[in-house]
Antibody, heavy 120, light 107 residues
Framework: QLQLQESGPGLVKPSETLSLTCTVSGGSISSRSYYWGWIRQPPGKGLEWIGNIYYTGRTSYNPSLKSRVTISVDTSKDQFSLKLSSVTAADTAVYYC????????????WGQGTLVTVSS | DIQMTQSPSSLSAFVGDRVTITCRASQSINTYLSWYQQRPGNAPKLLIYAANSLQDGVPSRFSGRGSGTDFTLTISGLQPEDFATYYCQQTYSSLFTFGPGTKVDLK
């Protein structure tokens, strides 16, 4: 059974960099059949796509966040990571990692999510 | 960017009701449309992909239709566990946008 688990600090100061890691278990991140993505949800609001990565390292980012986002993959650890720089209070959200099918790109498996609060 | 809208934004229904939610894209997305269910405090769960394909393990009372710009999600015989928020998402363009959500609650 595939599982995804987000990890990282729950509190980040304004102007600093948010860093999260998603660990994949029960499956390989190097599978050619899947992409891996990050999605966030501000408290009480809807879902926002951040970006996704293929095991080869090929990435696609939300243009509204592109200047601040880096997604990377570590196939040796079955992990992929998110870095979001110069954070503000508007970046406070639950951050989810997810697996995407390679053709339709539907997110068929999700982590439980982790709340990251940006505050001094 | 492709904008997604949903209607209604919320609805109230009884257990056993048939419920239909509409999702509209600002331009054609073929059938690159998924539906998700999110219960409070939980991660979203994939229900439908490719506009009308039921994800493994999802009850058959959920169904999706549409192509191009107009799509629907129908729940035939609402169950207590179906009271949740539903989101559509397009994956046609490189920016995967979500609809704003439709909250289904108990009448």
């Amino acid at each position: 059974q595939l599982q995804l688990q987000e990890s990282g600090p729950g509190l980040v100061k304004p102007s600093e960099t948010l860093s999260l890691t998603c660990t994949v278990s029960g499956g390989s991140i190097s599978s050619r059949s899947y992409y891996w993505g990050w999605i966030r949800q501000p408290p009480g609001k809807g879902l926002e796509w951040i970006g996704n990565i293929y095991y080869t390292g090929r990435t696609s980012y939300n243009p509204s966040l592109k200047s601040r986002v880096t997604i990377s993959v570590d196939t040796s650890k079955d992990q992929f990571s998110l870095k979001l720089s110069s954070v503000t209070a508007a970046d406070t959200a639950v951050y989810y990692c997810a697996r995407l099918g390679d053709y339709w790109k539907a997110s068929d498996s999700w982590g439980q999510g982790t709340l990251v609060t940006v505050s001094s | 960017d492709i904008q997604m809208t949903q209607s209604p934004s919320s609805l109230s229904a009884f257990v056993g009701d048939r419920v239909t939610i509409t999702c509209r894209a600002s331009q054609s997305i073929n059938t690159y449309l998924s539906w998700y269910q999110q219960r409070p405090g939980n991660a979203p769960k994939l229900l439908i992909y490719a506009a009308n394909s039921l994800q493994d393990g999802v009850p058959s009372r959920f169904s999706g239709r549409g192509s191009g710009t107009d799509f629907t999600l129908t729940i035939s015989g609402l169950q207590p566990e179906d009271f949740a928020t539903y989101y559509c998402q397009q994956t046609y363009s490189s920016l995967f946008t979500f609809g704003p959500g439709t909250k289904v609650d108990l009448k």
